[in-house]
């Protein structure tokens, strides 16, 4: 039942994998008045999110913001870049790198997917020596395109970009390299210049930490020159008008002004601690929660340590529980919200966001919360991993 007076007191706990929390300072901007979007104070807004966005991309190059989602930024990538039968190359880490694959099937691309046998590509970052025998294998350059995850939200694993750089570039291949750091950016080190990408994707409710409704395309000057021979249909998509108007701080179309006010606070939030700062915080946030899973003798989604997520962890459950049970238990008993597991991973296992506005009591509480959930559900635990967590934090101050 729709339970519309579900918060009496307290704050629930918004513990997915993004949306995350929207802080008040966020909030707060967010209720300025809406502007006229072509009159003269908005350039001012205009240009100072233009600006402060490359910050957070740690690119030089042009950000394309648009009012959309996180899907709307791999439509735009697409359709700016590839022709009518076009072949993209696409690894499978997980859940939403197979829906950019369909997603790429329903705009008329062929797409070859790469990944590792027997669901072990959900479970590791991208094989970049895949990539690169592929692209070996391309002696005429039929493919236009490699796609790739940085941090799949499905499960937890994040994947070495500039290895997938090095791969394209051993193959000696033109393909053009296409990266979803959808909930990457903000929150886990992203370098869009120095790693060379040459579209980068992004969006709002995740480690930016604002509400859901907008979508980022960092381009690359590569990227902006391949779009002039791109011939697939594109109208509120296409990069050129967008660019040539946020040259004066305008848009096209009406932009998300409010969404803008919240762009530009984000900014400042992330800029003021500084990025390695807040790349650490996550880090340590991290790793506090999967001491815990531990703890309870539970596994990781993720089986390689050196791409574990900053930004969440996939919890699976034993054989014979189900995660969403689970789950509806501590969303009922203790308002808090986690992530479900998506596609092949549906009831398997739960994750935990760990991402944007957190500390470590509020991830203390989140793990609190599971722990109980876990005892409720009838799940034999092998130690508690609040006590892990509470250890871990308290001996490891942060930055
Ligand atoms: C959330 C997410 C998306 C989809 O974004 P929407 O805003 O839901 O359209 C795509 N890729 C990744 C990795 C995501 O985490």
Known sequence: MLKLNFHPTGRHFLQIPGPSPVPDRILRAMAQPTIDHRGPEFAGLGLKVLADVRKIFQTQHPVVIYPGSGTGAWEAALVNLCSPGDTVVMYETGHFAALWNKLALKLGLKTEVLGLPNGQNWRRGVQADLIEQRLSADPQHQIRAV????????????????????????????????????????????????????????????????????????????????????????????????????????????????LLYALSEACDMLLEQGLPQVFAHHQRWAQGVRLAVQAWGLSIQCEDPSVYSPILTGVVMP????????????????????????????????RIGH???????????????????????????????????????????GA
Not at 158 to 170: E, P
Not at 361 to 388: D, F, P, Y
Request: aromatic share 6%.
């Open 319 to 350: 054989e014979g529980v189900d995660a969403d049970a689970v789950r509806g238990i501590i969303q009922d008993r203790f308002d808090c919200s986690l992530g479900t597991g998506l596609g092949l991973l549906k009831g398997r296992m739960f």
């Open 147 to 258: 796609c790739v995850v940085h941090n799949e939200t499905s499960t937890g694993v994040t994947s070495d970009i500039l290895a997938v750089r090095r791969a394209i570039d051993r193959a000696k291949h033109p393909a053009l390299l296409l990266v979803d750091t959808i909930s990457g950016v903000g929150a886990a080190d992203y370098r869009h210049d120095e790693w060379g990408v040459d579209v980068s994707m992004g969006g709002s409710q995740k480690g930016l930490m604002m509400p859901p409704g907008i979508g980022l395309n960092a381009l690359s000057p590569k990227a902006i020159a391949a779009s002039a021979q791109a011939r697939m249909p594109k109208s509120y998509w296409a990069w050129d008008e967008m660019l040539s108007m946020n040259k004066t701080g305008y848009f096209p179309t009406t932009p998300n002004t409010n």
């Open 355 to 397: 991402l944007g506005d957190s500390n470590d009591l509020t991830l203390i509480a989140t793990l609190a919360a599971c722990e109980m959930g876990l005892r409720l559900s009838g799940v034999s635990l092998a130690g508690s991993g609040v006590q892990a967590a509470m250890a871990y934090f308290a001996d490891h101050p």
